[in-house]
């Protein structure tokens, strides 16, 4: 959050950020928490989420479930039990629980015990499937009637999927910053294959808020990068942000569809999560798999490396200096965040603080 804006005749502008809210994601929102598929029928795993220990499941009929990854009686982690299905057995001594949450079974009672475990529960979160990857929402304050974020959906069938996860050891906020700041591009992603030009030149885009955030508005590239010489011909590229840290990135050419979503997820203070899922209308790009995984991953570790020297330096004073307007979608994603909070404290509806906007930047 910021915490003081001062702003200058030179379109200067200073952000105190308060170190404490800086490092605080949005607590009522989906997160990605990984991969849809590699959930099996009758298969568990732990997953850890805005500092809570979670364990997600599916059960043997393919319904998903999600709950706190420590049993009520010792704390023992019931990711480390066994799932049969439909209960979990904790590794400790036994207890079983639904995957409702609810204790089943505690099979070191005695006949002549009069203990009841019926009401012993195991907090539970929603959980649920969309473009192929798993969302929780891990919020636990008092119940709240606004709607939150929704989770992103492909839109279109996809032919192959291309998915890279990387830990970086930053901020939630940071790390999302990365996700609307064209001015790192040049610089920290000048590969050959990704920008073969060394010249900045000059951007015009028109921004236009959209129900959770904002999307750069569809736009006919030409000298772009030689990833979009692939889908032959010029494509058009749309490029959404959405809260919490979603980034999705569309791109259309004639019946050809290219899907780029990004998503940061956090997994305690000062790391979080990047997956990087590439989508593909044509069957054809599957041969390509093999050559474009070491490039996204590349692509990737330059964020996670130069997002870690960055939160070292914010670690020692956090404050930023936005500038420009290159630097006003990242002072969007603050006032974003800032109104989800303030509804939801007030119990009223988000409303998009955002106007369109005509931005221009060199990258
Ligand atoms: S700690 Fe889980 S059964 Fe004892
Ligand atoms: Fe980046």
Same mark, same amino acid.
């Given at each position: 959050?910021?915490?003081?804006?001062?702003?200058?005749?030179?379109?200067?502008?200073?952000?105190?950020?308060?170190?404490?809210?800086?490092?605080?994601?949005? #607590?009522?929102?989906?997160?990605?928490?990984?991969?849809?598929?590699?959930?099996?029928?009758?298969?568990?795993?732990?997953?850890?989420?805005?500092?809570?220990?979670?364990?997600?499941?599916?059960?043997?009929?393919?319904?998903? /479930?999600?709950?706190?990854?420590?049993?009520? +009686?010792?704390?023992?982690?019931?990711?480390?039990?066994? /799932?049969?299905?439909?209960?979990? %057995?904790?590794?400790? +001594?036994?207890?079983?629980?639904?995957?409702?949450?609810?204790?089943?079974?505690? #099979?070191?009672?005695?006949?002549?015990?009069?203990?009841?475990?019926?009401?012993?529960?195991?907090?539970? /979160?929603?959980?649920?499937?969309?473009?192929?990857?798993?969302? @929780?929402?891990?919020?636990?304050?008092?119940?709240?009637?606004?709607?939150?974020?929704?989770?992103?959906?492909?839109?279109?069938?996809?032919?192959?999927?291309?998915?890279?996860?990387?830990?970086?050891?930053?901020? /939630?906020?940071?790390?999302?910053?990365?996700?609307?700041?064209?001015?790192?591009?040049?610089?920290?992603?000048?590969?050959?294959?990704?920008?073969?030009?060394?010249?900045?030149?000059?951007?015009?885009?028109?921004?236009? #808020?959209?129900?959770?955030?904002?999307? %750069?508005?569809?736009?006919?590239?030409?000298?772009?990068?030689?990833?979009?010489?692939?889908?032959?011909?010029?494509?058009?590229?749309?490029?959404?942000?959405?809260?919490?840290?979603?980034?999705?990135?569309? @791109?259309?050419?004639?019946?050809?569809? $290219?899907?780029?979503?990004?998503?940061?997820?956090?997994?305690?203070?000062?790391?979080?999560?990047?997956?990087?899922?590439?989508?593909?209308?044509?069957?054809?790009?599957?041969?390509?798999? #093999? $050559?474009?995984?070491?490039?996204?991953?590349?692509?990737?570790?330059?964020?996670?490396?130069?997002?870690?020297?960055?939160?070292?330096?914010?670690?020692?004073?956090?404050?930023?200096?936005?500038?420009?307007?290159?630097?006003?979608?990242?002072?969007?994603?603050?006032?974003?965040?800032?109104?989800?909070?303030?509804?939801?404290?007030?119990?009223?509806?988000?409303?998009?603080?955002?106007?369109?906007?005509?931005?221009?930047?060199?990258?």
């Amino acid at each position: 959050m910021l915490a003081a804006t001062t702003r200058a005749a030179d379109d200067t502008v200073t952000d105190a950020l308060d170190p404490k809210a800086m490092r605080e994601p949005l #607590p009522n929102a989906w997160y990605c928490i990984g991969q849809a598929a590699t959930l099996k029928p009758g298969g568990m795993r732990p997953v850890e989420l805005n500092g809570e220990q979670i364990v997600v499941g599916r059960d043997a009929s393919g319904a998903l /479930f999600a709950m706190r990854d420590r049993c009520p +009686h010792r704390g023992m982690a019931l990711s480390k039990g066994r /799932f049969d299905g439909s209960t979990v %057995m904790c590794p400790f +001594h036994g207890w079983r629980f639904g995957t409702d949450g609810r204790c089943r079974d505690v #099979p070191t009672l005695s006949e002549t015990d009069s203990s009841d475990f019926s009401r012993i529960v195991v907090q539970r /979160f929603p959980v649920i499937e969309s473009a192929g990857f798993l969302w @929780i929402n891990p919020y636990l304050g008092p119940a709240v009637t606004e709607d939150i974020p929704a989770v992103p959906e492909l839109g279109f069938e996809a032919a192959g999927c291309l998915v890279v996860e990387l830990v970086v050891e930053a901020s /939630f906020d940071l790390t999302t910053l990365s996700l609307v700041d064209p001015g790192h591009v040049a610089f920290v992603h000048d590969s050959w294959w990704f920008r073969p030009s060394k010249e900045l030149r000059e951007k015009v885009k028109t921004f236009i #808020p959209v129900p959770h955030g904002f999307v %750069m508005s569809s736009h006919a590239t030409t000298k772009s990068s030689p990833v979009y010489k692939l889908l032959g011909g010029v494509p058009d590229v749309e490029i959404e942000f959405r809260l919490p840290g979603v980034r999705l990135e569309r @791109i259309v050419a004639g019946d050809k569809r $290219v899907a780029n979503y990004t998503f940061a997820t956090p997994l305690s203070n000062n790391r979080t999560m990047l997956t990087n899922a590439l989508y593909w209308s044509m069957p054809l790009l599957n041969l390509l798999k #093999p $050559v474009a995984r070491p490039l996204m991953r590349q692509f990737l570790t330059q964020d996670q490396q130069v997002l870690q020297h960055a939160q070292a330096g914010l670690d020692r004073k956090p404050t930023m200096v936005l500038l420009g307007q290159g630097d006003l979608p990242s002072q969007w994603y603050f006032r974003l965040k800032r109104e989800a909070l303030e509804a939801a404290r007030a119990g009223r509806s988000f409303e998009n603080p955002l106007s369109r906007q005509e931005l221009r930047w060199r990258s």
